[in-house]
Every structure is written in structure tokens, then in C-alpha cells.
């Protein structure tokens, strides 16, 4: 699934961007930017190599990863790892620090893995964060998961969510 969106600076000036599946070729370019110029906005919880043995095709983890793309230069990344095909684990989600309109591309970046967790039948969604959970529970709300507990594990903070069974996300009619 593949999505355009257009986005206006509070200057008028528009920047359109492109969120879709990371595909075989695109690791190298993401590598170089997020080394160069990227920004985890989950505070830095997973390091990239970590994430590049992830995608590695011997792996048995099963991942899903989304790029963002403007004017054919990734500027966004953000990778799941799926356990037990219900638990959904968001391990990165990070755009460049000085794209245009990064907010918003933030928030779109984050919905495209609402949307996936949502709509493979994902029931708890666990953000690895260093965050504090007050930081995004109303945002976690809008795309149809509750918060449920806040925790270390390990070396890693959480923060976990389920799945509401009972609407569709508001989020999901806008």
C-alpha cells in the first residue's frame, strides 16, 4: 500500500511526499540518511544495525518497513516486527531533521503502522520507547488502541496497547 500526500508549510509552500513498503534496494539509502541526518522520535531505543539484521532475508523475524520519500530521497523510516502474528512490536520510526512539514509527516508516517497493525488483526501494539506514554495515548486512541501498561523489559522501556474491539478507529473515518 502506497500513499501520496501533500503537505503546506505555513508559508504556502507544499511539499508532497510519498509513504510506501521499503523494498529490497532501498536499505542502503535509508543506512546512509539515517546515519547522516535522522532523528528516532522514539528516542533511540533501537540501534539501526539492530534493525538492518531485522530485514536481512535470513532472518526469521517477520517485519514490515515503510519509507517516505520526497523528490526521490527517503527522509522517513519506520519498522514493526510481528511476534506471534497478533503482537505488533513498533521498533523505529524516525524522518530526518530538517524535512519540511516533519510533523506532519510524523503523524502519517505513524498512521500507515496504525492502519497495518490494525488491519492485519494485530491486537496489542508495543512501542519500544524511552517516552514517557502520556506522550502519544490520545494519539494511540485516534487509531483504535487503548493504552494498557507502561513497563521496562529488560534494557527496554515499553509502552503497550490493545486493540479496541468495540469501534472502528475515529481516525480511520477522517
Known sequence: MTFKMLAMDDDKVSIEFT???LEEG???RVLELYSANMA???AGVEPI???RSITDSGSAQKHEAWIVETSGTVIGLAMVVVERDSFVHLKLLCVAADA?????????????VMRYTWESGGMKLIVHTALPAGRFI???HAFGFDFSRERDAGDQHVVEFYRNLYERPPAFDA
Open 19 to 21: 509513504v510506501r513498503p
Open 40 to 42: 528516532n522520535i522514539l
Open 100 to 112: 519540511p512539514k516533519r510533523q506532519q509527516i510524523v503523524r502519517d508516517l505513524a498512521e500507515m
Open 138 to 140: 490520545d494519539f494511540m
Open 49 to 51: 544495525d539492530a534493525l
Open 26 to 28: 532501498d536499505l542502503p
